[in-house]
């Protein structure tokens, strides 16, 4: 049931906007103060606790982690899409900080990689073996 999904994220998302709003308002911005980041804290919280753990369960249980598994690469596109636009407004200093962290962030996904796939020591191969 998609159904429970969509709720969950609207909720979340409604939620994320009003505290984003406030935080805008709190800070003298006239603007939006990370609402859909705290959406998606929200989301992830609640789709990970044992409250809602009846709605993470059986079919209802596929929409809602089909949309927590879809609403973080739609915020990060949507995030990196208004960035690009903002570097190419910024000239040519926003461009090139934009294209040094892509580099310095492929130039550390091996490194990462390697830390994730660290070898088990004696006690997790213990437990494991048990």
């Given at each position: 049931m998609i159904v429970y999904g969509v709720a969950l994220l609207s909720a979340c998302l409604i939620l994320g906007m009003v505290i984003g709003e406030a935080l805008g308002v709190a800070?003298?911005?006239e603007a939006n103060v990370g609402g859909?980041?705290?959406a998606m804290l929200f989301l992830v919280f609640a789709s990970n606790s044992?409250?809602?753990k009846t709605l993470t369960e059986g079919s209802a249980g596929s929409g809602i982690k089909f949309w927590s598994a879809m609403y973080i690469p739609i915020v990060v596109a949507m995030a990196a899409r208004q960035n690009v636009a903002a570097a190419v407004d910024g000239g040519l200093l926003a461009l090139l900080?934009?294209?040094a962290?892509?580099?310095v962030s492929f130039a550390l996904v091996p490194i990462l990689?390697?830390?994730g796939n660290s070898p088990a020591t004696d006690d997790q191969k213990e437990q494991g073996a048990a």
């Open positions: 800070l003298n911005v859909v980041g705290i044992e409250k809602f900080a934009g294209i962290a892509v580099v990689s390697k830390i």
